[in-house]
């Protein structure tokens, strides 16, 4: 069993920043690929971050790039997400996952455990 809690969210003004947290517990952690995704109202969630094990891979979603930064610190199980220059559009539920195909995957049904999210809410 993996559990995931994802911390940091909050309100902020457009073109703030915000780092979210999300610290892993359970059995394996720094052998897994982990993943950002969010979920704004009434659309589907959609893929933001991933990053490898190691970490030294990374991918990001195109609505991100050059803003959003992924990080892990294995020693501490967390995954961080560096999120600069947020706009309104940002705004949604942000989660953290756990990637079961041991590699960075885009969608959903690449990941098997889910946190609760944590709210982003970006003000005009």
């Known amino acids: 069993q993996v559990q995931l809690v994802e911390s940091g969210g909050g309100l902020v003004q457009a073109g703030g920043s915000l780092r979210l947290s999300c610290a892993a517990s359970?059995?394996?952690?720094?052998?897994?690929?982990m993943g950002w995704f969010r979920q704004a109202p009434v659309k589907e969630r959609e893929f933001v971050a991933g990053?490898?094990?190691?970490?030294?891979?990374?991918y990001y979603a195109d609505s991100v790039k050059g803003r959003f930064t992924i990080s892990r610190d294995n020693a501490k199980k967390t995954v961080y997400l560096q999120m600069n220059s947020l706009k309104p559009e940002d705004t949604a539920v942000y989660y953290c996952?756990?990637?079961?195909?041991?590699?960075?995957?885009?969608?959903?049904?690449?990941?098997?455990?889910w946190g609760i999210g944590t709210l982003v809410t970006v003000s005009s």
């Open positions: 996952a756990r990637s079961y195909l041991r590699a960075i995957a885009t969608m959903t049904p690449g990941y098997d455990y």
């Open positions: 990053i490898s094990w190691s970490g030294d891979n990374t």
């Open positions: 359970g059995r394996t952690f720094s052998s897994d690929a």
